[in-house]
C-alpha cells in the first residue's frame, strides 16, 4: 500500500525474461564441444542424404584390379581412391559415406522405436500402478541387469543375425531408460496441482498422460534419446563386428572393421579408418546430448 | 592494539555483467573480549565479509583489503600454512545449518578430535578426554555415549552444540557465529545464544554474532554494525542505536521490528535490497529510502564518524540541520506519517 | 546391517527369478525342435529322441516344463555343450577366472587412473587440466572398443613389438591352475618368466576393456567431489584450519566416493558387455569369448547357461556394492 505514496522504488527490474528458446540458444551456443558436435552430424547427415552425389564410386562393386590400395599420400597411393581400398577393392571413402546413411538410420530408427515404446509403457506404468506396473518395471529391471550387448547377442541370436533384427535388440535394449523417465514424470507429475485441476475439469487418462504429463518430461526424454542415438550407433556396430549384425557387403561400419581385421598387419587403412567414422560419430552425438542437457536442465544451470 | 582490524574489505564475484561486489568497503573494529553484532537482510554481505576474514571466500570470489588484521598481523601477508594455524585456532566460526556443517560421514568424536590433533598435537587419548569435556562445557549430556553419533543421529540444537564445541576447542580469541540460531526450533534459539555468551564471558573472547534479528542483537551485543548491500550503514553502540538510530535504513529496520508494532500491522521496508549487478549509482538505499534527494540518488556516501559510532548516509537522523540540507539538495521534507508505514 | 541385506536380498531373488523366466522363454522362442536343436547338426535318431524329450519334459505342458528347469537349475545343473557335451557350468568354471582377472585389472586399471584424474579435475575445476580431462574421458565413453583394441594391436604388437598380439601367456610356459588366476598362479609357482609373459598379455586388453570405466569413473568422480565440495561441511573443515589436502581427501573424498561406488557397481554390466569384445578381439580364453563362440556353433545350451549365469554374477556383484554402500554411508546403515 505505502509501496505507492512513497518514492516508488527503482531498484531496476530485470527486462522481461528472455524466451525460453532463445535462453536455450544462448546457453548452448556457449558450450562449445555442443557446436561441434552439431555441426559434425549436420556434416554427416548431409553426406548421408547426398551420398549417391558425394561419392566417387559404387560402395559394392569390386574392382578386381585395385586390391589394398593405400590413401593417396602414400607410397602407391592414387587420387582415385582418397583412401584407398579394401581387400577387393571397394572404394573406402565411398563405403564411409553410404556407412554414414547406414549408421544415422540404425540410430534414428532404433531410438525412435525405442523412445515411443519406452514412453508408452512408462506413461502406463506411471499412470495405472498397481500389477501393470509391477510386471512392467520388473521387466525392465532385468532388461537392466543383464549387460546390453549380452542380451542383444542373445535377441540376434534367436531371431537370427541380420540388420532388422539387430536394430530391433539394440532397441529393446535401449528400451528401460525411456520407460524409467517417463514412468518417473508420470509420478512426480500427477500429484501436482495442474494435473489435479484437469483432472476435476474431466480430462480423460489418455488426454491427462499425452496433453498434460507428456509435456513435462520431453526435455529429459529429448537429451536421452541424444544419447541414445550414441549407444545405438555404438552396439549396432559391435553386433556388426561379431558378425551379428548388418551382413556383407552391406557398407556398415561395424561390419567393415570386422572383415578388416585380418588385415591388421598390412593394411592399417582399412582398420583404422571405419573406426574413426564410428568414433566421431558417436562422439558427436554425445557432446550434443551433454550441451543439450546442461541448457536443458536447470538445475545444473550457474 | 585492536584484536580485529579491518579496513576498506571488499569482496568481489566475477559474473556475466562483470566484477560484483558483495561486500563493498566494510571496516570493523573489534577488541578483546568485545561482543559486535553484524544486523542486514539476507544477501546484505554479512556473511561473506567475515568468511573473508576466514579465507573461506568460495571459489571465485576475489577478497581485497587496505588492512585485515588479527592482533596485529597482516593475514592478508601471512602463508598458507600461517594462516591456517590461525582459523580455527584463534578464530572460529559457526555456521547456520548446524546439521549440514557437519560431515555425515564422521562420527562427531571424530570431527571434534580432529581440530585437537591438527592445531594441538594431541594424541587419541588426550584428544578424547578433552572432547567429553568439552560436549560437557556445551551442554551435552552423557557426551561419552555421543562421541560415536553421527550428526544426523542428533537433533539440530545438538549438532550446534557441537559445532560450538569444536569451535572452542582450541580455545579461540575470536569466534564468529553465522546466524547460529536461525535453522533451530524457537524453544532452542535462546539455549544456544546464552551457551555463546556465558562461553565468550567465561572465557573472555570476542564474540562477533552475525544475525537478521534485531531482537537477538539488542540482548546480546554491546556494539552493532548495520549492513546493506554489502556496506556498514550505521556503526554504533547498542544502547544508542536502539534508542535513537541516525540512519534511515536502521530506523525502519527498528520499526519493522514485532516489538516495535504498536498492535496494528507490522511495519515493512518496501523495495527490495538491489541485486549484485544492478546497484544504483548513489546511496545503495537511496531507491528505498524515504529521504532520498537527486543528490543522494547521484553521489554515494562514505562512512564517517557520527555521534558515538560511524554512518554512512548524507542526512542523519539526528542532524540538526537535515531538512534544511535535504530541502536544499532538492528533495521534499519528509511527511512524519510516512515514516512507520503502515 | 543384516536386516539390511536381507531387504535386499528379498529384491534380488524375483528379478533373478524373472531371468530365468526371460533366458527360458527365449530359448523356447527358437523356431524347430528343442531336442533336435540340442542335439545340433549331426542329428539324433529317434528311440534316443523320445528318451530325451522325456528326460527333458519337453512332452509336459510348458509352465512344468519351466518347473523341471528351475528344480534342475537349483540341483546346478545349467545344461550342456552341444559341441563338447561339457556341463555348461563346468565350461563356464574353467573359462571364469581369466574373464575375472581381465575384468579385476580393467577396473582397478579404471580407478588407479579415473579417481585422481577426476579429483584433480575438481579441485583445479575451468584449468586446462580439467577440460582436458573431460575432453579425453567424453573420447574414451564414445569409444568403440573392438576398434580401440585393433587399434592398440596395430601400434603396440605390430609397429613397436612391444606386446603380444593375443592369448593369456606364451606357450612356451605351463603353470598349474591353482587359483585360475595366471598373474597369481604364475607368482605361486615361482616362475617370473611366465608371470611376465602372462603380464605383457594382459596390458592391452586390460587398457582396452578399461577404457569405459576409466572415463565413466573419472567423469562421475569429478561431478561428485564438484557437488561435495560446495558442502557446507567442506567449509567447516576449512574453518577448522585443517591442511588443504586433508579436507579434499579426507573430508571430501569420503563423501564423493558413496556416489562413485555405486557408478562402479553398474560398470560391472558394462565390464562384461566389454569383455564379450575384448576376448574375442585378443583371443582371450574367458566366458565372452566362449559365448560368442557358442552363438556361432549355433550351442544353445551354452547361450542359455552362460546368460543366466553372467545374470547371477552381476546380481550378486549388485549386491555386494549395495552392501559397500552401506558401509561406506553410515545414514543408509543406521535409518533402514
Same mark, same amino acid.
Given at each position: 500500500m505505502s509501496a505507492e505514496v512513497l518514492?516508488?522504488?527503482?531498484?531496476s527490474q530485470p527486462g522481461a525474461p528472455p524466451h525460453p528458446l532463445s535462453q536455450f540458444w544462448s546457453d548452448f551456443k556457449a558450450n562449445f564441444g555442443a557446436v561441434a558436435g552439431l555441426v559434425v552430424i549436420v556434416v554427416l547427415i548431409l553426406l548421408a542424404l547426398f551420398a549417391d552425389v558425394v561419392a !566417387?564410386?559404387? !560402395?559394392?562393386v569390386t574392382n578386381n584390379?585395385?586390391?589394398l590400395k593405400p590413401p593417396f599420400? &602414400? &607410397? $602407391? $597411393?592414387?587420387t582415385a581412391y582418397p583412401l584407398g581400398t579394401d581387400a577387393i577393392g571397394r572404394d573406402i571413402l565411398s563405403r564411409l559415406i553410404y556407412g554414414a546413411r547406414l549408421s544415422l538410420l540404425i540410430g534414428i530408427a532404433v531410438v525412435t522405436l525405442s523412445v515411443v515404446t519406452g514412453t508408452v509403457l512408462g506413461l502406463i506404468a506411471g499412470f495405472f500402478r498397481g500389477v501393470i506396473e509391477i510386471v512392467i518395471m520388473r521387466l525392465m529391471d532385468i532388461t537392466l541387469t543383464l549387460p546390453s550387448l549380452l542380451l542383444a547377442i542373445v535377441i540376434v541370436a534367436i531371431l537370427g543375425p541380420g540388420l532388422m533384427n539387430a536394430m530391433l535388440a539394440v532397441a529393446i535394449v535401449l528400451l528401460p531408460h525411456y520407460v524409467r523417465i517417463a514412468r518417473a514424470a508420470v509420478i512426480s507429475e500427477v500429484s501436482k496441482d495442474y494435473v489435479v485441476a484437469a483432472k476435476v475439469a474431466g480430462a480423460g487418462r489418455l488426454r491427462l498422460m499425452f496433453k498434460e504429463v507428456l509435456p513435462n518430461c520431453t526435455a529429459p526424454l529429448i537429451v536421452q534419446a541424444t544419447l541414445g542415438i550414441s549407444t545405438a550407433i555404438l552396439d549396432a556396430a559391435a553386433l556388426g563386428f561379431l558378425g551379428l549384425g548388418a551382413q556383407p557387403p552391406l557398407p556398415e561400419w561395424g561390419t567393415m572393421l570386422a572383415d578388416a581385421r585380418e588385415f591388421v598387419l598390412r593394411a592399417w587403412w582399412v582398420v583404422t579408418l571405419p573406426g574413426l567414422a564410428i568414433l566421431v560419430t558417436v562422439l558427436a552425438f554425445n557432446l550434443l546430448g551433454d550441451g543439450l542437457r546442461d541448457a536443458l536442465d536447470p538445475k545444473l544451470k550457474r | 592494539m585492536p584484536l580485529l582490524e579491518i579496513k576498506n574489505l571488499s569482496v568481489e564475484f566475477p559474473s556475466q555483467h562483470g566484477m560484483v561486489r558483495a561486500v563493498d568497503g566494510v571496516d570493523i573494529m573489534l577488541e578483546r573480549g568485545e561482543v559486535l553484532g553484524i544486523v542486514g537482510e539476507s544477501g546484505s554481505g554479512k556473511s561473506v565479509g567475515m568468511l573473508a576474514l576466514m579465507g573461506l571466500?568460495?571459489?571465485p570470489g576475489r577478497v581485497r583489503a587496505d588492512k585485515l588484521q588479527f592482533e596485529g598481523r597482516d593475514l592478508q601477508t601471512l602463508s598458507e600454512r600461517e594462516r591456517r594455524a590461525l582459523t580455527g585456532k584463534d578464530v572460529a566460526m559457526i555456521f547456520q545449518e548446524p546439521t549440514t556443517s557437519l560431515?555425515?560421514?564422521?562420527?562427531i568424536g571424530y570431527q571434534l578430535a580432529e581440530t585437537l590433533h591438527v592445531?594441538?598435537?594431541?594424541?587419541r587419548k588426550a584428544a578424547r578426554r578433552r572432547v567429553i569435556e568439552l560436549l560437557e562445557q556445551v551442554g551435552i549430556p552423557a557426551p561419552e555415549s555421543r562421541l560415536?553419533?553421527?550428526?544426523?543421529?542428533?537433533?539440530g540444537g545438538m549438532n550446534q552444540r557441537v559445532m560450538i564445541a569444536m569451535a572452542i576447542a582450541c580455545n579461540p580469541k575470536l569466534l564468529i557465529a553465522d546466524e547460529?540460531?536461525?535453522?533451530?526450533?524457537v524453544t532452542i534459539q535462546a539455549q544456544i545464544l546464552d551457551l555463546l555468551l556465558s562461553l565468550q564471558r567465561d572465557r573472555g573472547m570476542a564474540l562477533i554474532l552475525i544475525t537478521h534479528n534485531m531482537g537477538v542483537v539488542s540482548d546480546t551485543t554491546e556494539r552493532v554494525a548495520v549492513m546493506y548491500a554489502g556496506q556498514i550503514m550505521e556503526q554504533r553502540p547498542t544502547q544508542s542505536l536502539f534508542a535513537s538510530p541516525q540512519h534511515p535504513y536502521t530506523a525502519a529496520l527498528l520499526a519493522a521490528r514485532p516489538e516495535a508494532s504498536d498492535g496494528g500491522r507490522l511495519a515493512t521496508i518496501p523495495g527490495v535490497v538491489p541485486g549484485l549487478s544492478d546497484?544504483?549509482?548513489?546511496?545503495?538505499?537511496g531507491p528505498r529510502c524515504?529521504?532520498?534527494?537527486p543528490l543522494a540518488d547521484k553521489v554515494r556516501p562514505d562512512l564517517r564518524p557520527w555521534m558515538d559510532g560511524l554512518i554512512r548516509c548524507h542526512?542523519?537522523?539526528?542532524?540538526?540541520t537535515r531538512d534544511e540540507r535535504i530541502a536544499a539538495d532538492g528533495g521534499s521534507a519528509p511527511i512524519p506519517e510516512r515514516e512507520t508505514t503502515s | 546391517m543384516l536386516r539390511f541385506i536381507f531387504t535386499r536380498l528379498s529384491l534380488v531373488v524375483p528379478t533373478f527369478i524373472g531371468i530365468t523366466l526371460l533366458v527360458f522363454v527365449l530359448i523356447r522362442?527358437?523356431?524347430?525342435d528343442p531336442i533336435e536343436t540340442m542335439a545340433g547338426e549331426r542329428g539324433i535318431d529317434a528311440l534316443r529322441h523320445e528318451q530325451l524329450r522325456k528326460e527333458y519334459g519337453f512332452d509336459q505342458p510348458v509352465l512344468v516344463q519351466y518347473g523341471l528347469y528351475l528344480s534342475r537349475l537349483v540341483h546346478g545343473d545349467f545344461g550342456r555343450s552341444i559341441?563338447?557335451?561339457?556341463?555348461v557350468i563346468s565350461e563356464f568354471g574353467t573359462l571364469f577366472p581369466a574373464t575375472i582377472e581381465l575384468s579385476v585389472c580393467a577396473i582397478l586399471f579404471a580407478l588407479c587412473l579415473g579417481l585422481p584424474a577426476g579429483i584433480i579435475a575438481a579441485v583445479r575445476r575451468n584449468s586446462i587440466f580439467d577440460h582436458g580431462v573431460m575432453g579425453v574421458s567424453l573420447t574414451g565413453y564414445s569409444m568403440p572398443i573392438f576398434w580401440w583394441g585393433l587399434l592398440l594391436i596395430l601400434l603396440?604388437?605390430?609397429?613397436?613389438?612391444?606386446?603380444?598380439?593375443?592369448?593369456?601367456?606364451?606357450?612356451q610356459y605351463f603353470i598349474e591352475p591353482v587359483t585360475g588366476f595366471l598373474l597369481i598362479d604364475a607368482l605361486l609357482a615361482g616362475d617370473f618368466g611366465a608371470f611376465r609373459s602372462a603380464l605383457s598379455h594382459l596390458v592391452l586388453p586390460m587398457i582396452v576393456l578399461g577404457t569405459v570405466p576409466l572415463a565413466v569413473i573419472a567423469r562421475m568422480t569429478r561431478s561428485a567431489m564438484l557437488e561435495v565440495l560446495g558442502e557446507d561441511y567442506i567449509r567447516t573443515a576449512r574453518a577448522k584450519g585443517l591442511p588443504y589436502f586433508r579436507v579434499i581427501a579426507i573430508h571430501a573424498l569420503r563423501n564423493a566416493l558413496i556416489p562413485v561406488v555405486t557408478v562402479i557397481g553398474l560398470q560391472v554390466g558394462v565390464l562384461f558387455t566389454g569383455a564379450i569384445l575384448t576376448e574375442t578381439i585378443f583371443s582371450w580364453p574367458g566366458v565372452g569369448k566362449w559365448l560368442i563362440e557358442g552363438i556361432n556353433r549355433r550351442d544353445y545350451p551354452v547361450l542359455q547357461g552362460g546368460t543366466l549365469l553372467i545374470g547371477a554374477i552381476i546380481m550378486i556383484v549388485n549386491l555386494l556394492v549395495d552392501v559397500a554402500y552401506g558401509l561406506i554411508n553410515p545414514r543408509i546403515r543406521y535409518t533402514r
Open positions: 518514492k516508488t522504488p527503482i531498484v !566417387p564410386h559404387s !560402395p559394392i584390379a585395385v586390391f599420400w &602414400q &607410397q $602407391g $597411393g592414387s | 571466500v568460495p571459489y560431515n555425515p560421514s564422521f562420527t592445531h594441538e598435537g594431541m594424541d560415536s553419533a553421527y550428526p544426523h543421529q542428533l537433533s547460529p540460531t536461525t535453522a533451530l526450533d546497484r544504483p549509482p548513489g546511496c545503495l538505499f524515504i529521504y532520498a534527494t542526512y542523519p537522523l539526528g542532524d540538526p | 522362442l527358437i523356431p524347430g559341441v563338447t557335451h561339457e556341463p603396440f604388437s605390430v609397429q613397436l613389438g612391444w606386446t603380444p598380439v593375443s592369448g593369456r601367456i606364451a606357450v
